[in-house]
């Protein structure tokens, strides 16, 4: 089983709304990751976590707050968004250590109001 | 200058077509190297990884050139399932954790 699961697949939230994107893999790997996608442009790397402690934080904006609850579980909690955070979040997974591949989730798809 | 670099495309071929990719990197100390396929409005899939030696996986064959700092896609015998944006996806170095950087990515239009 290569999935990643994420939920939901689609959020419309107001500048001013809390809410929670999730991830979920059941694959055993260590290493969990946040990617930002706009429109006609490639993911864009947030943060990764290794073994659940956050390892790279792409200078990200406060606003954005990962978690990792366990090794199977990755959300990113969102606060006081702004419209241009409108984008397509995804998740990813891979085995720990350097070169292995990653697994995508299908994405939720972000519009912010 | 970017990471990681691609020709934007559209790649316009016909069906039964050879078509080839390239993408350079500019971090030396890379040490993994992918290509990903990604359909309209989904997640990038992975298509293969890029070894020194060059793999071939069917129809398709990577290969990597550590000195020029280059990577290639061969497409033999497309097919209209093949068109997609392929991106070219490269670890970001030695931060010792896999940070993949991804290529802007490149158009193919397989046409009958």
């Known amino acids: 089983d290569t999935e990643v699961t994420q939920t939901p697949k689609h959020l419309v939230m107001g500048m001013t709304n809390k809410k929670s994107l999730k991830c979920e893999q059941h694959?055993?790997?260590?290493?969990m990751y946040w990617y930002k996608q706009k429109a006609k442009k490639p993911p864009e790397l947030m943060f990764v976590y290794s073994y659940e402690k956050l390892s790279i934080n792409e200078s990200v904006p406060s606003r954005f707050s990962p978690e990792c609850p366990n090794s199977s579980l990755l959300n990113l909690h969102l606060h006081a968004l702004q419209p241009e955070d409108s984008a397509l979040y995804l998740c990813?997974?891979?085995?720990?250590?350097?070169?292995?591949?990653?697994?995508f989730g299908q994405g939720t798809r972000l519009t912010v109001v | 200058r970017k990471e990681v670099e691609q020709d934007p495309g559209p790649f316009n071929v016909p069906e039964g077509a050879t078509v080839a990719f390239n993408c350079t990197y500019s971090?030396?100390?890379?040490?993994?190297f992918f290509w990903y396929r990604q359909d309209c409005r989904k997640e990038p899939k992975l298509l293969m990884s890029v070894y020194s030696s060059g793999n071939e996986d069917g129809r398709f064959t990577a290969q990597l050139n550590r000195a020029s700092q280059y990577i290639s896609l061969l497409i033999r015998d497309s097919k209209l399932s093949d068109s997609a944006t392929y991106l070219c996806?490269?670890?970001?170095?030695?931060?010792?954790?896999?940070?993949?950087?991804f290529g802007t990515g490149t158009r193919l239009l397989v046409s009958p």
């Open positions: 694959m055993g790997h260590r290493a």
């Open positions: 996806v490269v670890n970001g170095g030695n931060t010792g954790f896999q940070k993949l950087v």
């Open positions: 971090n030396s100390a890379s040490q993994s």
């Open positions: 990813a997974s891979s085995p720990s250590g350097v070169g292995k591949e990653a697994f």
